[in-house]
Structures are given as C-alpha cells and as structure tokens.
C-alpha cells in the first residue's frame, strides 16, 4: 500500500486487517466509514473516491474488491457485503444530492444494498434506494434502480433481467467460441475473432485490458479468477483452459 493510501485510511472510521490500497485514494468521511478484513480498493490508474455526509454510515465487507475510478458517495447508508466485486469506474450513490430546480436543498436519500458475492462490471451505476441481492451479476455499463433479486443476471439502463439464479436462455456456455466473443467484445474487436489471435496484435489488451477482461470473463461465465491466472495467456485460446481450471473443469483440447 503506498504512503498516500495509508494516509487516506486515516480518515476512515474503522479499518480491518490486511486492507489493500492501490494507488492515491480520496477519502472525505464527516460520517461513518467502516472497511472490513482483506478489502482491496485499486485507484490506479484512476483515482477512487469515497465520500459520506454528515450522517452516511458506509460499510465495506470481508474481501471486498472495488475497481480504479470508483465513486460511492454516502450520504444515509451504503452496505457492500462480504466478497462482493465492484468493477473499474464503478458508481454508488444514495442522494440525489439537491432537488431539481432547489440547488441549495438537500436531495431525497434511499439506502443502498449489494449483497455478499455480488458483482458489478465497469461503469455499472447504482442509484438511491436499490438492493443487489448475494451472488447477482450486474454487466457493464448498467444502471441499476430498485431491486436485483440474489443470484440474477441484469444488464441495460434501467438494468433488467437476464437469467435468474443462473437459468435462462441467455446464460453462457463455457466454450471457445463464447470465450472469443467475450474478448471481441471487452475490446470492441469484430467476431469471429481466431483462438489463435495473439494479444500482441491487439493494442487495448494492455495491463488496464487485461483487468477489464478478466471482469468480462468472470461475469460472463461465473467464474472467479485471479489476475495471476492471467499472467501466461499469450493467445485468445489460452483463456479457456484458464477458465476450465477456475471451475475444476477436466483439461480438454481448447481447439
């Protein structure tokens, strides 16, 4: 954790053990901010922010993951459950901030719920008063307003339903070609894209790349992997035997 981490923490109410800051954090607590065991909070190479009011009482779980360039901003409640993994630019917010048309008023407040396991892909935004039950997928780009039932898979703004608890025609299978149609997408590349396309030629599969991928891969087919997983995938068809051990999967010819 670097200096300037350490001194953001600071300005935290209550910090747990093994607390992970990566990069410059921006921390204003005039409320209650509490970070349990093992969180892991990246603000590089985008700045993270977290923010309460006078009476915002935000709670970060055991092991919880929040991406580069996130903003919550907690100003009544904001619950992170244990576990839960919130994507890069990732949004929070339960305030309106002021009135429309009342810039000096205070805006309406409604508390905000992830539950334990939940993820959210990037730029996903929750807004005041929402619930993200345990173990939901909320893709990339989303906005979520009102309730996410635990286990669902939503996308789009208002996000809606996907699958439920995992069933559903849309859900992937794990398979060459969904796994080069995840990468095609992450970096807007045209499909077919070639298992054998090496991530050389594709110039946004850089370090960021790499993480954004990664959050692409787990949301899409409900795995969970580490970045060190990644660290020997030279080719598009490396990923599925990555992705086969994730899930205990027997070793089978990605071809």
């Known amino acids: 954790m670097s200096g300037t981490g350490l001194r953001a923490l600071r300005r935290c109410t209550a910090v747990g053990q093994g607390v992970v800051v990566e990069g410059t954090l921006h921390v204003e607590n005039p409320g209650r901010i509490a970070i349990d065991d093992g969180v892991v909070i990246r603000s590089t190479p985008a700045m993270s922010h977290l923010v309460t009011g006078p009476r915002g009482h935000l709670r970060i779980g055991r092991d919880v993951v929040i991406g580069h360039g996130a903003a919550i901003a907690c100003h009544e409640q904001i619950t992170i459950g244990d576990g839960a993994h919130l994507g890069p630019f990732v949004m929070l917010m339960d305030t309106d901030f002021h009135e429309a048309g009342r810039h000096g008023s205070a805006g309406s407040t409604g508390a905000i719920y992830i539950g334990a396991g939940a993820r959210l892909g990037a730029r996903v935004t929750v807004l005041r008063g929402s619930t993200i039950g345990a173990g939901a997928v909320v893709d990339a780009g989303s906005v979520v307003t009102g309730s996410v039932a635990p286990a669902a898979h939503v996308a789009g703004n208002p996000a809606r339903i996907v699958t439920v608890g995992g069933q559903g025609d849309a859900a992937r299978a794990l398979d060459m070609v969904s796994v080069c149609e995840v990468v095609a997408s992450t970096f807007g590349l045209p499909s077919p894209l070639q298992p054998d396309e090496s991530r050389d030629t594709i110039a946004a599969w850089d370090s960021l790349g790499m993480l954004n991928l990664l959050l692409s891969l787990e949301q899409a087919f409900g795995v969970s992997l580490a970045s060190e997983a990644m660290v ?24």
């Open 232 to 255: 020997n995938v030279s080719r598009v068809g490396d990923l599925l035997p990555v992705l086969r051990d994730s899930l205990r999967l027997p070793g089978r010819d990605a071809g």
